[in-house]
């Protein structure tokens, strides 16, 4: 069973800069396909990036041209950096991992606080 573990939220000014990072066990994280989702209070689960396992990425259009993720299988981690964040982007973030391709995503991480003030 893979488990993550993220971190890096905070709180940031608008037009400031977060990198979150996802940590995962397992020997297997090569295969997984990443993505990054964020919840703001009252409102659902979106996904904002996506990373498969052969490194194509997509993007919500929300934050296309502002965020990147990457991933260095090495360490086992997926990343997702954040530039030019507005408050709008202010919500928790989930790491995700997809580990079969017949199936969603289906481990999780806790959470991190993004909060950007205006």
């Known amino acids: 069973q893979v488990q993550l573990v993220d971190s890096g939220g905070g709180l940031v000014q608008t037009g400031g800069s977060l990198r979150l990072s996802c940590a995962a066990s397992g020997r297997t994280f090569n295969y997984y396909a990443m993505g990054w989702f964020r919840q703001a209070p009252g409102k659902q689960r979106d996904l904002v990036a996506a990373?498969?396992?052969?490194?194509?990425?997509n993007y919500a259009d929300s934050v296309k041209g502002r965020f990147t993720i990457s991933r260095d299988n090495a360490k086992n981690t997926a990343y997702l950096q954040m530039n030019s964040l507005k408050p709008e982007d202010t919500a928790v973030y989930y790491c995700a991992a997809r580990t079969s391709s017949l199936f969603g995503y289906d481990a999780w991480g806790q959470g991190t606080q993004v909060t950007v003030s205006s």
């Open positions: 990373i498969t396992s052969g490194g194509s990425t």
